[in-house]
């Protein structure tokens, strides 16, 4: 009875913990692209217009980086003038006493930056990263606008904005510009459907570390998961110059071609599979030859990586700015309660042979909630649009190695008892 109603609890507290997300402090966003783009003109009669027919403006691409913070690339807007060229870079940080913290809370302002422009290039040239630029077509109104506008951006006051890395980054923000002195590149863009999401086209350049892709694509919610628009998809630097290159029918100018990426590994949910699938068997085949130490170490490994990132996906959801992880249905049935199973793998380590009921119980639990969770979502496709498969595919044989040792366990049991019978039979 206790069991039972210790279940139920447990049950309970556990579906609970998603069923709302509360919403971060609002931050002012000091410098919001699209209004400050608007107080200015790009359009009209220019005196003096022969003096813009030297200067120019270009959308630089870089490839992805070695970086954590290089991998989905970098843009940038490079202006040619008599007065030479430099490079404007709306993807500056700085490591200020608070930044950790701020991040923490997503809490994170970047900076517009000034650059020599050739010394932008060479640096991207030295990590061996592909760099095209691409001239933009403006009239001497556009670009007397934009540099207008690019002056005031520049200012002290005016060059920091809150970043968001979907909806307001470097990318994004040389994308307004183009559609302010373009004319019609949104209206073009937004006509378009990509039939991917910000979750199918992040994990692309993702692949190269499967940890930091499936603890990321963990972490992030439902918000991610629609379909997006050509305009929303232009978030990565890649697709925003080859939406640019097409608007306009431009040819882009590869400065240096470093190493071709290669994003065609297989699926996260495929490999992830397979290596929950990998783990489940060693975890069993050391279970099954009565190797408990190692069989608690590797586990206690395993648990505790699945406890960690679930407390960190509990403290963004709850209490931070990062609104990606809101409403996070992962929270559901991979959740804390893992912790049970981890202290108890710990202690097998050092007191091994003892029966770990709460682990059992624990997985158990968290088994009927995922699958309560996949049954919800084929009953209710449009309301549980969470892409979380490679989740499941982790998790699943995990919680069924974990929740049912019962057979093999009094198989263990009876087999010593055999052998005490013939030693006293002796």
Sequence with gaps: MRKGLLSVILIFLSSILCAASVRGVNIEDTFESTDNLSLFSFTGDVEDASYYDD???????????????TW???????????????????????????????????RLYYTVSTNRADAVINRAISENRR?????????????????????????????????????????????????????????????????????????????????????????????????????????LPDVLNS???????????????????????????????????????????????????????????????????SS??????????????????NLIFMNPLVFIIAFQSIAAVFRPGKTRKASMYAARILLILSMTDIVLKGLFPLSFIQDNAPVFAFILPLYLLTAFPEKERKQQISEKETDCRRMNAR
């Design 131 to 235: 760099v095209e630029i691409t001239e933009l077509p403006m009239d001497a109104a556009a670009k007397k606008g934009l540099m207008e506008f690019l002056a005031y951006n520049t200012q002290k006051e005016n060059r920091n904005y809150l970043y968001h890395y979907y909806l307001d980054n470097c990318a994004t923000r040389v994308r307004d510009i183009i559609d302010f002195t373009g004319g019609a590149f949104r209206a073009w863009a937004e006509s378009i459907m990509t039939g991917m999401t910000f979750r199918d086209l992040s994990t692309l350049y993702m692949n190269r570390n499967w940890l930091v892709s499936f603890t990321l694509n963990f972490l992030q919610g439902p918000s991610i998961d629609r379909q997006l628009n050509l305009y929303e998809a232009c978030f």
């Design 312 to 329: 960190v996906l509990f403290f963004m959801m709850f209490f931070t700015n990062h609104d990606v992880t809101y409403f996070n249905e």
């Design 243 to 309: 939406a640019v290159k097409t608007f306009y029918s431009l040819d882009g100018n590869v400065v240096f071609q470093g190493d071709d990426e290669n994003n065609e590994n297989l699926p996260l949910v495929c490999t992830t599979l397979m290596i929950s699938l990998a783990l489940t068997l060693i975890l069993f085949l050391l279970r099954h030859f009565r190797h408990e130490r190692l069989y608690g170490l590797v586990s206690a490994v395993i648990w505790l990586y699945t406890g960690i990132a």
């Design 55 to 69: 200067v120019h403006f270009y959308l630089v691409t870089q490839a992805p980086g070695d970086e954590v913070y």
């Design 72 to 106: 989905f690339g970098h843009t940038g807007l490079m202006m040619e003038s008599p007065q030479g060229s430099i490079m404007f870079d709306w993807g500056t940080f700085s490591f200020s006493p608070s930044f950790y913290l701020d991040f923490c809370f997503g």
